[in-house]
């Protein structure tokens, strides 16, 4: 539901000439910061379950390869019988995994205190536009003579 809403914030945000460019950017934005938000909670699990893992004596050997896919380590992690040593495994994700949850908390607390900067814009605009119609003799404007 955001996503649409964000669209035409964008758009009531700049003149109505460059509605355009101004939703190609925010479309690159979007795009780049989730790219950018997936690498980095990556990084954080990893660095995290990999530090962990080294802690404990059983797995200190295998961190580094459990520690770069979090898939196999889930198999591995069903594979093994109820001990302590699953139990400490299945904390060491866990603990990865929360260390996410912190990361994007305060991210979200930055993102609601830098929100409240932002100004009231009116979405009734008149839609402004160098867009037309080309046909066999050339462009051709809104009431159909040619330019």
């Known amino acids: 539901m955001l996503f649409p809403a964000m669209g035409l914030c964008i758009q009531a945000a700049c003149d109505p000439a460059l509605n355009a460019e101004a939703i ?17 909670s990556g990084v954080i699990f990893q660095n995290v379950l990999k ?16 520690s770069r896919d979090a898939t196999i380590l889930v198999g591995v992690i069903n594979q093994m019988p109820d001990s302590q040593d699953k139990t400490d495994l299945v904390q060491a994700y866990n603990d ?7 990361t994007l908390l305060a991210f979200s607390a930055a993102s609601l205190v830098l929100s409240t900067t932002v ?12 867009q037309g119609l080309v ?13």
């Open 24 to 40: 190609a950017l925010y479309s690159f934005m979007s795009g780049l910061g989730q790219a950018i938000g997936v690498a980095v």
């Open 135 to 147: 046909g066999r003799e050339g462009r051709v404007d809104k009431e159909g003579v040619e330019v």
């Open 96 to 102: 990865g995994l929360h260390m996410i949850w912190v």
């Open 51 to 66: 530090q962990k893992l080294d802690k404990l004596p059983a797995f200190a050997a295998v961190s580094s390869h459990y």
């Open 119 to 130: 100004k009231e814009y009116s979405l009734s605009q008149e839609h402004v536009t160098q």
